[in-house]
């Protein structure tokens, strides 16, 4: 992935919060897949494991929301990310 393309000349980084585990992000988007290898030392794996991302203290336009995959969200400094594994049974 080009990280240029994710990253405007002027933007600067910010620190985004992870399960409680704060780490500095340098793009302005990130996608559900970028959220959830964040998330994780190592992401649960295996037949019918699927995640579910709340965040909250994001832009004033959506303050909080979910994510589902495909999807991505603008990043905000202070914003917070709960991302819990699932099983889709």
Do not use: C, W
Not at 64 to 81: A, I, P, Q, R, Y
């Amino acid at each position: 992935m080009n990280e240029a393309a994710n990253k405007s000349p002027d933007k600067k980084d910010v620190i985004v919060i992870f399960n409680g585990r704060a780490k500095v992000v340098e793009k302005d988007f990130l996608t559900f897949a970028e959220i959830v290898a964040l998330s994780f030392d190592s992401p649960p794996t295996g037949d019918g494991v699927d995640f579910t991302i709340q965040y909250t203290r994001g832009h004033s336009g959506k303050p909080k929301g979910s994510l589902v995959t495909g999807e991505s969200v603008k990043v905000n400094d202070g914003m917070e990310f709960d991302v819990t594994p699932t099983n889709r049974s």
